[in-house]
């Protein structure tokens, strides 16, 4: 158990290297694809301690929704169900349902099974992603008030995480989505304090600045 813990470390500090390493590429990915490619360092890797059957035929389904072939996902998806309910591998498996789910636009049902799985999914290092993915689903089936609560579910519940910094900058939209122009501007003003060196630090500071009328720093 405890070389599973380390080796899952181990993978999901690639990934988390790879996004920052890559931050506006990993955001400009719209949806759950950046959550793809953070899960497809565990769907590789991780057959090496559970089902090997398992986790090879999660990494071809992977592999289907990386190229949009949703609908052989969707086949190779229920197959696995079948055949693998009571795997290790389980929740990836779900994590991966959603994400089919949400390519096909089915934003309603995928922000289900994220649900699910932010409150059940383990590891638990999980659960965090499908918080976040789960109001980006929400965001998508226009259920602002919804993504909303999400979003600041995620910025109280995990603030050292590396998602937080987003899932401020989509507080602060759907804030402005809602017509609440005083609150997204105080989210804005809170960025700006928490990550002055990031990439998205100027377009929070133009936001907090045209709800405001503030005069541009100096």
Known sequence: MQKETTLFEKYLQ???????????????VTGLTAF???????????HQLENEAAWNQLGTIQGELMQNRAD???KDMQQWEQRFQTSGAVSYAKFLKADLLYRTSDYTQAATVYGDL????RPVDIQPLALAAQSSAEEMAGHYPQALA???????????????APMYMSQARLLELLGHAAEA?????????????????PL?????????????SP
Do not use: C, M, N
């Open 204 to 216: 929070a500071r133009a936001r907090e600045q045209a709800l405001t009328g503030k005069a541009p």
């Open 36 to 46: 793809a490619i953070a899960f497809g360092f565990f769907i590789v890797h991780h």
């Open 72 to 74: 052989a996902a969707g």
């Open 14 to 28: 690639q990934a988390v290297t790879w996004i920052v390493t890559h931050q506006e590429r990993f955001w400009a």
């Open 118 to 121: 932010a409150q059940t999914a």
């Open 150 to 164: 999400l979003a600041q579910t995620f910025t109280d519940k995990y603030p050292d995480h590396f998602l937080t």
């Open 185 to 201: 501007a105080a989210i804005y003003d809170r960025f700006v304090i928490l990550y002055p060196q990031s990439p998205w630090t």
